[in-house]
């Protein structure tokens, strides 16, 4: 049978399911993405207003969470004082290491060598320790410093935000800076200082201090203004609530769940139920001469009302109370028009 000889209500039947569907999916799709986006939200601990760079600290931005990227500049430097060394970095920290004995274990062979290690080898268990006895325990220990006082774009930042910072590089430390009764123990070699009297042919029992630094580089990072600082909003859902990066990291990169709020909301809401509408009136109307709108509406109301509420189920109650109200308007007005046909 060719198409131009089909009856006209089999067609009207096809474009009001079609026109209804749509707009249900729609509406749905707009909730259901809403869902998410409040899921997030609850996660991370609340929306995030982007300043961007050159944020300055503004009363109207307490106690919301914000995200802010720039170079931190440290104010209070980082310091040493048993090893007189201080860097303007976030974060120094030293590490020391002793040259000692190592058990190596291949198959069923076991060798031992002489290397450098960042913790004490117990040598009273390995397989042979005669001949390969370490020192003990370590006389200086490695440690880490942070600044007083690190800012970013005008704020302080917090000190969980502080040692959040990432990256380190090695800093070469200041000989000259050495106390008195060190610098007769150290060598400088290769950015390290070492306690062997021949620094390229360490022995057992040798130290070799190190720093390292945070690097000033720029950063991006979300946390909660308190004043005219940034610190770490407290008790969220994902358990930190804070996050810092490295670079100018878009918001969408950092939190993609929550980067966006979804867009045109209410006209997508609205173009839903009119487009159900559409779908419902050809529905309602067959063989009338001309859609009923009251009826239309209501139909729309009705079965956009009824299952846009089911993305909200277990999310939010006022969601789905509004939803299932605009379903009872919708039915309401369903039943008003069939009266009124009937009277």
């Known amino acids: 049978m060719r198409t131009d000889t089909l009856p006209r209500g089999p067609l009207l039947i096809v474009a009001g399911v079609v026109l209804l569907v749509l707009g249900v999916a729609l509406a749905v799709n707009t909730e259901r993405s809403l869902v998410s986006y409040q899921a997030a939200l609850q996660q991370h601990g609340g929306a995030v207003l982007d300043l961007g760079a050159d944020a300055e600290p503004n009363a ?35 590490h020391v290491q002793m040259f000692q004995w190592h058990e190596l274990r291949l198959g069923g062979s076991v060798t031992y060598e002489l290397d450098w290690a960042d913790t004490p080898q117990d040598s009273s268990r390995f397989a042979q320790p005669a001949g390969h006895a370490n020192p003990g325990p370590f006389p200086i220990a490695g440690k880490r410093f942070d600044a007083g006082r690190v800012e970013l774009d005008g704020y302080r930042l917090d000190p969980a935000l502080v040692d959040a910072l990432p990256s380190s590089e090695p800093v070469a430390p200041n000989i000259k800076s050495l106390p008195s009764n060190l610098a007769a123990s150290f060598a400088l070699h290769d950015d390290a200082l070492v306690t062997s009297s021949t620094p390229a042919a360490p022995r057992l029992g040798d130290l070799r201090i190190s720093w390292s630094a945070v690097p000033l580089q720029e950063v991006t990072v979300i946390a909660r203004v308190d004043g005219d600082r940034l610190v770490v909003p407290p008790e969220t859902a994902d358990g930190k609530g804070y996050e810092v990066d490295v670079g100018n990291s878009a918001l969408v990169d950092m939190r993609p769940d929550m980067a966006e709020r979804p867009a045109m909301v209410w006209l997508r809401r609205v173009f839903a139920v009119l487009l159900a509408a559409l779908g419902a009136g050809l529905l309602l109307g067959r063989g009338a001469a001309r859609i009923d709108a009251a009826s239309a509406l209501g139909g729309s109301l009705l079965a956009v009302g ?27 007005l369903l039943l008003w028009r069939r009266r009124a046909r009937h009277r």
């Open 60 to 94: 109207d931005l307490q106690g919301k969470t914000v995200r802010i990227s720039g170079t931190p500049r440290v104010v209070e430097s980082p310091y040493d004082a048993d090893f007189n060394q201080q860097a303007a970095t976030p974060v120094l920290t030293r």
């Open 306 to 332: 009824v299952l846009a509420a089911i993305p909200w189920l277990g999310s939010g109650t006022l969601p789905v109370v509004v939803w299932l109200v605009i379903a009872l308007l919708g039915f309401g």
